[in-house]
C-alpha cells in the first residue's frame, strides 16, 4: 500500500466554521506534512510532523491547527478562515526525513 | 532570484515527441526531486536524485551537481502526460524536511 488518502476532496466553509481535514497513510511513515497550494503556484510547506511530533510549523496562522494523533493519521484543524485561505490543501509523508515524499490527492478548500 | 528555476515555464508538444524539461538550481543540495501535477490533482513523485541518471519506463531523469542542473526526459510523448511537471530541491545543511520547489513547467502533449 503506497498511498496517502485525503478526506474530503473538496469543502466549502463560512468564515465561522470549525472544519478538520484529515489524512491517513499505511506505510509506515514516520514523516508527515502539511502543504498549501494556490492555483497555479508551487506546494508551499506549513508543518511537519516527525513520529507524531510538530517539528516545523513553517510560522502558520493559529487558525489552523495540526494534530497528529498516532503515526497514520494527520488532522489539520480549521477554524475562523479568511476567503484567501481557499486552496489545495495536500499532505505528504515520507519514510524518513531525507526520504521521497510521497502526496496525497488533495482536499481542494473553499472559504466563503 | 529563485534558487531552483525550471524551463520552459509552458511546453507544447506533438504525440510521440521526445520532451525536454530543464531545472537549475544556485544553492548545494543533498536531493533534488521531479514530481508530476495533473490539472486539479494531486502530485506524484517521479524522481528522487542526487547524482547520475534514473530511469522509470519513459521517463529518464539526469542530474549534474557540478553544473547545479538536472533535466527530466519524456520519450515518445502522450497526451496523458500532459501535465505540471515539478523541480524540488533539499538544500544542504538547511532541514532535512523542506523542499525547495521551482515554479513547474506545464506540459500539454497533443493527439
Redesign the interface.
Known amino acids: 500500500d503506497t498511498e496517502v488518502t ?1 478526506t474530503p476532496k473538496h469543502l466549502v466553509m463560512g468564515m465561522t466554521n470549525k472544519k478538520s481535514l484529515k489524512c491517513e497513510q499505511h506505510m509506515g511513515h514516520r ?1 508527515m ?1 502539511w502543504y498549501k497550494q494556490k492555483a497555479k ?3 508551499e ?1 506549513m508543518f ?1 510532523y ?1 513520529y507524531e511530533k510538530l ?2 510549523n513553517e510560522s502558520v496562522p493559529s487558525r489552523f491547527s495540526p494534530e497528529c494523533p498516532n503515526s497514520s493519521l494527520l488532522n489539520l484543524h480549521l477554524h475562523a478562515l479568511q476567503p484567501e485561505d481557499s486552496a489545495l490543501y ?1 499532505c ?1 509523508s515520507s519514510h524518513w ?10 482536499t ?1 478548500l473553499l472559504v466563503l | 532570484k529563485n534558487e531552483v528555476e525550471q524551463s520552459p515555464q509552458n511546453l507544447t508538444a506533438q504525440e510521440g515527441e521526445f520532451i525536454t524539461i530543464n531545472c537549475s538550481y544556485s544553492v548545494g543540495i543533498s536531493a533534488l526531486h521531479w514530481l508530476q501535477q495533473h490539472p486539479g490533482g494531486g502530485i506524484v513523485s517521479l524522481f528522487m536524485l542526487s547524482s547520475g541518471k534514473k530511469k522509470h519506463g519513459r521517463l529518464i531523469a539526469t542530474i549534474n551537481i557540478q553544473e547545479k542542473h538536472s533535466s527530466l526526459h519524456i520519450t515518445a510523448s502522450h497526451p496523458r502526460d500532459s501535465a505540471v511537471y515539478i523541480c524540488a530541491v533539499r538544500v544542504r545543511g538547511g532541514s532535512n524536511y523542506k523542499l525547495t520547489f521551482g515554479k513547474g513547467t506545464l506540459l500539454t502533449v497533443n493527439p
Do not use: C
Not at chain 1, 97 to 106: A, I, S
Open positions: 485525503q514523516a506534512y503556484k508551487p506546494p510547506l511537519v516527525s517539528s516545523i495536500l505528504a526525513k531525507w526520504e521521497t515524499q510521497y502526496f496525497g490527492p488533495g481542494r
